[in-house]
């Protein structure tokens, strides 16, 4: 058990729908990173926030957005639903940022299915 | 932009074989370099890392990985291969100069044999 949890595990939903997903971090972690993962793309990192502060951007589309509250929980939404945004969506947090400590820690992914 | 390679996309080992999970990257200096393994229905979790100094790293679960910069390769081993080791391994590669955020490779899934 890594201690990021993340809800729902499983999520169907039809195209153009929206959808969040949330985290919650490690007791204790700033940092909050989303991760994509699919056959295709592989794993692809999409946003990170520190502190409630938007740090970096990877490939994420317009279409997705992000957020990190007081409480340092993240979620992450998913708009206009393509059928090729079905994937396994990675919440991972760190104490800081990630590569300066080595080791960012995942949580078990929330599977999005677009029917 | 530091990118990564794992050319193996599936390996196939015998229980009590060795192993090698090969990794090549691409970076202009010496990055941060990580392996993660994810066992089935998980996430990720760290192997090993390496930073800087001693070249081979050991890691958690019996596993090594050796920094070879001449070939731009982090190389993950392990002498002995039990059948819990059956997951998919991801090599990453992090800028220590710039977000510090792994770049992961597509994977290696390992299938072991009895």
């Known amino acids: 058990d890594s201690g990021v949890t993340q809800t729902p595990k499983h999520l169907i939903t039809a195209t153009g729908q929206r959808v969040t997903l949330r985290c919650s971090p490690r007791s204790g972690d700033l940092s909050v990173y989303w991760y994509q993962q699919s056959l295709d793309q592989g794993l692809q990192f999409l946003i990170q926030?520190?502190?409630?502060?938007?740090?970096a951007k990877g490939n994420i589309l317009e279409r997705f957005s992000a957020q990190q509250f007081p409480d340092l929980h993240s979620e992450l939404n998913l708009s206009s639903l393509e059928l090729g945004d079905s994937a396994l969506y990675f919440c991972?947090?760190?104490?800081?940022?990630?590569?300066?400590?080595?080791?960012?820690?995942f949580g078990e992914g929330s599977r999005l299915t677009v029917l | 932009a530091q990118s990564v390679t794992q050319p193996d996309i599936h390996i196939t080992v015998s229980e009590g074989a060795s192993l090698e999970l090969r990794c090549n990257y691409s970076y202009g200096a010496t990055p941060y370099l990580f392996w993660y393994v994810q066992s089935p229905g998980q996430g990720l979790q760290l192997l090993l890392k390496?930073?800087?100094?001693?070249?081979l790293v050991q890691g958690i679960k019996g596993f090594e990985a050796e920094f070879k910069r001449s070939q731009s390769s982090f190389n993950l081993r392990k002498p002995s291969v039990h059948w819990s080791d059956a997951a998919e391994y991801f090599c990453a590669v992090g800028d220590p100069g710039g977000s510090y955020i792994p770049t992961f490779g597509r994977g290696t899934s390992l299938i072991v044999h009895p």
């Open positions: 991972a947090s760190s104490v800081a940022f990630g590569g300066q400590t080595g080791e960012l820690f």
């Open positions: 390496y930073f800087s100094g001693d070249t």
């Open positions: 926030y520190y502190n409630g502060e938007e740090r």
